[in-house]
Every structure is written in C-alpha cells, then in structure tokens.
C-alpha cells in the first residue's frame, strides 16, 4: 500500500483538512510517509497486541455468555460495537496530553484537532462500512450460539480465503505460491472440518440448526473479508493513524445505533433485564461483568484490526487474524472443554501449517529483498512510504508475529 508524500503529489484525493500543511505532528498525527521506524513499530506493535488480547479474550467471553445460558443473539451483536466510546481515549488523550512530541521536544503548538480532517464524504464511507460490521457482528453471534467455540474459530479461520480473493480484486494484490499455499491449506482445514461437523454438534440441536450456525459463522468471514480491503483503499487515501481512529469510531458508533434499535423493537432491552436475574445461572452481578469485558475485548479487537490494515495491508492484517484463530481453538478445548479429536486436530494443524508457512515465507523473502536493496549503492534513507521500507514494515512485522507465538 503506496502513501506518497503529499508534497509530491498535491493532486491526490486525499481526505485531509485545510490546515493541513500547518500542522505540527506526532506519531499519530503523522502521514505513515512520514514516520521513522521506531514510531512505526511501536504503532504496529501496539495494534497487534490490541488485535492479539481482544480477539482471544473477546471469543472466550462471548462463549462464556452463551454456555451461562445468555440466549439473546442481540445482546451479543450489541457488544461487539457498543465499546465505541472507549476510541475517544486514544483519539483525545494524545491531543490534550500533548504525548508523543516531536524529537526537537518542542511543544505542539498548532496540533491537529480530532475529526478536523473529517467531510462528508469520509463520513459517508465510515457509515456505510458500519452498517456491513453490524451484520457480520449478527451472523457471527448467531452462528456461535449454535457452534462449540473451537469449531467457529476455526471456520472463521477461512476469512483469510476471502480476504486474499477479495484483495486481488479490490486493492491489486498479487498472486504467489505463499498466498496459494495458504489458502490451499486453510480450505482443506475448513472443508475437513465441515465434513466431521455431525459428531461435534451440541447435545439437542437439530441439523438444521447447527449447520444455520455453521454458514453464518462463514458468512460473517466473508464480510469481514471485504471489510479488509474495502477498509485498504480508503486507508490509502488517509493522512494518519488518528483518522483511522476516528472513522472506526464512527463505524462502530453507526453499528451500535442500528443493533440498539433493533434491539428495543425486538424488546431485547427487557430481555437484557430478564436474562441478567432469572436466566443466566452465576447471577446478575456476573452477568454484568460479562456484558462490560465483552465490551471492552471486541473494541480492542476492532481497534487492533484496524491499526493492523493501515500500517501494513488487509492481506497481513487477515494472517495476523488467522493466527489468532489456533488461540481460540486451544482457549475452547482448555477453558470449556470442547471436543478436539481426530478431523479437528488435523484441521487445526492445516490452518496453523498454512499460517507459519507464510509467515515465515515472508519473513525469508523480505529479508533477503532488504539486504539487496541495502546493497545497492543508495546513501540516501528513502521514505517509509518507499518500497524498500515497505519490505522492512513487513520484515518487522513477521518479526513481532513470529515472536509473539513462540
């Protein structure tokens, strides 16, 4: 993903406010162009920790309410946006704190304000993605209602199928034997896992039910697979991290008014009341911890994703993703004691083959790139917008993946 300075391409259809060329910056304030490589690490490094916590934690929680006999779909399609306010922290606290200062330690006397650079257009986009998560947010609470936590895990785990198609369609990505190779593994993880779904199925759920939860979990992969790329190219037209912020406020807030009105006319509000004193089994002060941390665990999720694709691609961002998928799986089987024999052990090893294989392909490739590139005579430190420092995000990024999952 290619952000030219805005220097030497004054045309672009950037979405920036007027004062832009004024503005003192700082690390999430400036153009990804722009950031030297500790800032840029230390941003992909929180994203991912964000992304790594909130989507184990987030999946465990949300199994947890559904196995204390919490029933309501929309209850848990509303957490999974309602954390929306918690964004203001890193939108605002940067702002009024003045963290981060420029390395002269001047102070930032004409900062760029939160949601400034914001017009209609942008605004527009931000709403119509957040109506698509509200949907994907309900297919995929309705299919882990029906599904053990380690089978919906893994099944999601083909998002990254759709996030590699829809990315060669949307943003240009190209095709080489490391995407194949993942992809050719992670469906075979799938389909296997589709074949052996009879003898994990809940105790007195039907066929019908269980297979409704089965395709509603994928589909909610596949809309969240377009969301990636989608979110890519808009992404490449934004100035900096503090945008991506304030449009996944803005989504998320659009997801939560929708899922809380539909929630009121199905009166899952009364519902909500109802579950947390006469239907969920630990009582309702448990109850309301639940809901609060499910909260918080998807918001850190979202957030991470999306620092993820901004900083990197929707491609990298859907494998990171995916690695989180064997966390699910293993917290599924030690926490609530799913089923893990036979088909699904092999399924999990598939996805987790796929994933390390890739990871590490890529780490191979970009290093020997880089030590060419730094071979080749230049004395001059191109930007990090440049292709040579686009390989050493991506270098570092397999570094912190790979690291991570020791």
């Known amino acids: 993903m290619n952000n030219s300075s805005h220097s030497t391409s004054p045309k672009r259809d950037q979405f920036h406010g007027p004062e832009h060329q004024q503005i003192n910056h700082t690390i999430f304030t400036s153009n990804k162009s722009t950031l030297d490589g500790k800032a840029y690490k230390l941003l992909l490094t929180i ?150 779904s009879n003898g994990d199925r809940p105790e007195g759920l039907t066929t019908a039910k269980y297979f409704v939860g089965f395709f509603s979990t994928a589909c909610a992969g596949l809309l969240f697979a377009l969301y990636l790329p989608v979110m890519e190219k808009i992404y490449s037209k934004v100035d900096c991290y503090a945008m991506v912020m304030e449009m996944q406020f803005v989504m998320e807030a659009t997801a939560t008014i929708v899922a809380t009105l539909a929630m009121a006319m199905a009166g899952g509000f009364k519902e909500m009341t109802h579950e947390s004193v006469a239907v969920f089994d630990l009582g309702p002060t448990k109850y309301w911890m639940t809901v609060g941390l499910n909260v918080v665990t998807w918001q850190l999720s979202f957030m991470g994703t999306a620092g993820m694709v901004f900083l990197t691609t929707s491609l990298t961002g859907g494998i990171c993703m995916t690695a989180l998928m064997a966390m699910n799986v293993v917290g599924g089987v030690v926490v609530y004691g799913d089923d893990f024999k036979g088909p699904k052990v092999v399924s999990t090893v598939l996805c987790l083959w796929g994933f390390c294989s890739y990871v590490y392909g890529m780490y191979v490739k970009m290093k020997r790139e880089t030590k060419e590139d730094n071979n080749g005579g230049k004395v001059d430190t191109p930007p990090l917008g440049s292709k040579q420092e686009q390989k050493k995000s991506l270098l570092e990024l397999s570094e912190i993946v790979t690291e991570d999952h020791r």
């Open 47 to 196: 994203n991912y920790l964000c992304l790594f916590v909130g989507s184990v934690a987030s999946s465990i929680l949300l199994k947890f309410y559904f196995n204390h006999k919490g029933s309501s779909r929309w209850v848990s399609t509303w957490v999974q946006s309602a954390g929306f306010p918690l964004l203001l922290l890193p939108i605002y606290l940067p702002y009024h704190l003045g963290c981060f200062l420029p390395k002269n330690g001047q102070k930032l006397a004409n900062r760029r304000k939160p949601f400034s650079s914001f017009d209609l257009k942008l605004l527009g986009l931000s709403v119509g993605i957040g109506l698509m998560l509200m949907i994907s947010n309900l297919c995929f609470s309705w299919g882990n209602s029906y599904l053990p936590l380690s089978t919906s895990s893994l099944v999601l785990s083909s998002q990254l199928v759709f996030t590699l198609l829809l990315s060669i369609i949307i943003v240009k990505q190209k095709i080489t034997f490391l995407n194949l190779n993942c992809v050719i593994l992670l469906t075979l993880g799938c389909v296997l896992l589709a074949l052996s």
